[in-house]
């Protein structure tokens, strides 16, 4: 995906259509209820409660967590990864910034580029990053 393909802006509140995506950063043995605790609160503060959660998306370099495997089969969702450099095209298109993770992974928010990245062209970030002790989570929606 090239840069610029997710869309600049953060999309209202009003009704859309295409695959709800949530991208995720974790701290290393983040457990799967601390995950699902962020999801809800992203989906609850976007007013998408109880909404499918079909894709979750995160750094390919943490692909391995138990936590993230067992939190996207309690969800039915797919688990995309995202390698790391990838990132970095989504970053314009980052709503918020951590000058920490920017440091480490090039881009200011893994969640909100993971979430645009896995949504494909087009895809428009509905819930900016929220954040946990250990946990991001940031929504977007694919165009189709």
Sequence with gaps: MAPGDAGDAVAGREAVTGRLVVGLGLRAGTPEA??????????????????????????????????????????????????????????????????????????GSVAEAAALAAAGPGGTLLQPRIATARVTCALARSST
């Excluded at 959660?53 to 990864?81: D, F, H, I, Y």
């Design 34 to 107: 601390d995950i699902l605790a962020c999801l809800d609160e992203a989906l609850a503060l976007a007013g998408l409660s109880g909404e499918a959660t079909p894709r979750l998306a995160t750094l390919a370099s943490r692909m391995a967590e138990p936590g993230l495997a067992a939190a996207a089969a309690s969800r039915a969702a797919e688990l995309v990864g995202v390698p790391d450099e990838a990132l970095k095209g989504f970053e314009a298109h980052c709503a918020t910034r951590s000058t920490r993770i920017a440091s480490l992974y090039g881009v």
